[in-house]
């Protein structure tokens, strides 16, 4: 078991090293990093050299990245161009909003796919199951920008128009009045639907294939021969094995549920990090950019590098192949 | 009995042996939906294709009418108009040729990285394997809508780069698919008899191998082109993919975010079109799995 941790410990060390290499290259050799200052009538042409040479731009691209990888490493991140403010603080006043969108929407998009996945695969072609079908297909086929256009239209707008009770379509406190834990509720509700809509289509229907393949197995039918009640062989038996796969999916997931929200934060004005990078790409604002990139790709392969050893602890067949 | 017998024997002489793609073609006409999804979406490339020579004015599409800002649905302009008076369903089907082609061209850069790469790591093994799988890995951990947005905003939004990008962010899966076909298609005996005859590395692995493992290819190719416009759209809708004047069923919901109090038609209508066209792709896509499935008889 040791061992097995520790070589996935190691193999997590070169991607991490490979997505700072990508990220790097992408964003700071693709672009001018000097291009907020050249725009900047106040500035002389000697003014823009001797930024450069203190930023370390006239080097070698290959040398600025070992610069920039060994302050990287002890956790200076530089900052931002924009407000010259630290890199790695900006993030962190950012980073919670995300996590409170993501971890909600999560929450919500297990319980429903449980839910519907389990649902469908226990009344296999039925009306119910062909509708649950149907809608991971739509789920799946919604852009989701408009997905949360539309809700905003309906529950925000036109609910209003109807005396309803309706829901705010932006930001996470209302601009007057004391922020409360119910209005931050409120203000959730709509941006953590649109959020969990693909990933609620996705897994129930993983979760539909993976049930309907374990119950089609000997042990389960051993377990009905035995008698046991169908709450039990569907939750302790059937349930535990099929649920597996659809770990990992999950967590091969991250990165797009990162996406969703930078999209989601963008509907919504929702003041997390992804709403950031939009801003600050907009200035290109590199070390920003650079910082959120990391920041996002290191916890993805934090969140792999755990999911790997979970299973290897709850599934044993995994260590060793 | 013997009746019965007789006509069985006599349809089995009588049955002309399928090739494999009569019999997938066999296979998908039989998924209903996937079949009216081909038809639907048919008729959504020719519409788009052929509205503007048909019906369609360039005017209506891009020139702005101060007199007839923000019109709802009426008999001159059947999805209204947007927020400088030009006609909603023009610049539609201006901008389903833009986000259709970004989709279409996105995907053949994407295929073409993922079976290249998925084909050498498969094919060599080894170091270049280990190298290659590597950096799927990295690839697949990063974020793809901030990279998108990071190479955007550095190389210029245009369609080229919104085209590039989003290939190159989309050719993981497939690469490890070609590759895993590779590893086990390697092995078979007819590229045992291609080697013994001498035959090249590269017409091994693109002429012999690559023949076989086209159908799950084939599939992801239709589905990539469903996310790559699901892509697309959004980065436009951000307002770093296709630049205005040029609609794109993305940019055309850029400004609607403001107008959904009083004209919620601009955002309902192209977004609308994004969602049938990807849904009517992915029903296809689902099709074609069924069909190419070589584990599944008919």
Not at chain 1, 37 to 57: H, M, Q, T
Not at chain 2, 88 to 112: E, H, K, N, Q
């Amino acid at each position: 078991m040791t061992r097995y941790i520790i070589k996935r410990l190691l193999i997590s060390i070169p991607v991490l090293l490979g997505i700072s290499l990508v990220a790097f290259f992408l964003v700071q050799a693709s672009g001018d990093p000097m291009a907020v200052y050249i725009s900047n009538p106040n500035l002389s042409a000697e003014d823009i050299a001797r930024l450069e040479k203190a930023y370390g731009f006239d080097k070698p691209v290959y040398v600025q990245y070992f610069y920039w990888l060994r302050k990287a490493i002890v956790g200076d991140w530089g900052q931002s161009f924009l407000t010259h403010q630290d890199v790695l603080l900006m993030i962190r006043q950012r980073l919670g909003n995300t996590l409170i969108l993501m971890g909600t929407s999560f929450a919500i998009t297990l319980i429903i796919s449980l839910a519907l996945g389990m649902y469908s695969a226990t009344h296999q072609y039925s009306p119910a199951d062909y509708l649950v079908t149907a809608f991971s297909f739509f789920g799946y086929s919604m852009p989701s920008f408009w997905f949360g256009l539309m809700l905003i239209i309906i529950f925000a707008v036109k609910f209003r128009e109807w005396g309803l009770p309706y829901l705010p379509a932006a930001g996470m406190y209302p601009i007057r009045g004391e922020p409360s834990f119910f209005q931050l509720i409120r203000h959730l509700i709509l941006p953590a639907t649109v959020l969990s809509l693909i990933s609620v289509a996705k897994y129930t229907r993983y979760l539909r294939s993976s049930m309907l393949e374990v119950i089609g197995q000997d042990y389960i039918r051993t377990a009905r021969a035995k008698g046991l009640s169908e709450r039990v062989i569907l939750w302790r038996h059937a349930f535990k094995n099929a649920v597996i796969p659809l770990l990992t999916i999950i967590m091969l997931d991250i990165p797009q549920l990162f996406s969703g929200a930078l999209i989601t934060e963008q509907v919504f004005a929702w003041p997390g990090m992804g709403r950031m990078y939009w801003e600050h790409a907009v200035w290109i604002d590199y070390p920003v950019l650079m910082g959120i990139i990391l920041l996002v790709s290191t916890l993805v392969v934090l969140c792999n590098l755990l999911a790997d050893i979970s299973y290897a602890i709850v599934d044993p067949r995994i260590r060793l192949s | 009995m013997t009746v019965m017998e007789s006509s069985l024997s006599t349809e089995i002489m009588y049955r002309k042996p399928q090739g494999p793609w009569q019999l997938a073609a066999r296979r998908f006409v039989r998924h209903r939906i996937g079949v009216v999804s081909s038809l639907i979406l048919l008729f959504i490339v020719g519409l788009v294709i052929l509205g503007p020579a048909w019906f369609i004015s360039e005017d209506a599409a891009f020139r702005p009418d101060p007199m007839r800002i923000n019109s709802p649905p009426s008999a001159d302009h059947w999805l209204g108009t947007d927020e400088v008076g030009r006609d909603i369903l023009a610049r539609i089907i201006y901008g389903g040729r833009v986000s259709l082609l970004v989709g279409l061209l996105a995907m053949l850069v994407a295929i073409t990285a993922g079976v290249l790469l998925g084909s050498l790591a498969g094919y060599f093994g080894g170091i270049v394997d280990s190298l290659i799988m590597r950096f799927t890995d990295v690839m697949l951990s990063i974020p793809g809508i901030f990279l998108i947005i990071a190479l955007s905003v550095f190389m210029g939004p245009s369609m080229r780069t919104i085209i590039l990008a989003i290939g190159f962010l989309n050719w993981m899966s497939v690469a490890r698919v070609v590759r895993s076909l590779f590893l086990s298609l390697k092995e078979q005996d007819f590229v045992l008899a291609a080697r013994c005859l001498g035959v090249k590395d590269g017409r091994i692995m693109w002429g012999h191998i690559l023949p076989n493992a086209m159908a799950p290819v084939v599939v992801a190719a239709t589905l990539t082109v469903g996310s790559a416009i699901l892509t697309e759209t959004a980065v436009s809708y951000l307002g770093l993919g296709i630049q205005p004047p040029t609609p794109s069923w993305g940019n055309m919901l850029k400004n609607a975010q403001d107008l959904i109090w009083t004209a919620p038609w601009v955002a309902i209508f192209p977004g609308a079109m994004i969602f049938f066209t990807t849904l009517c792709i992915n029903f296809m896509g689902d099709a074609l799995r069924d069909a190419l499935d070589p584990r599944m008889q008919l």
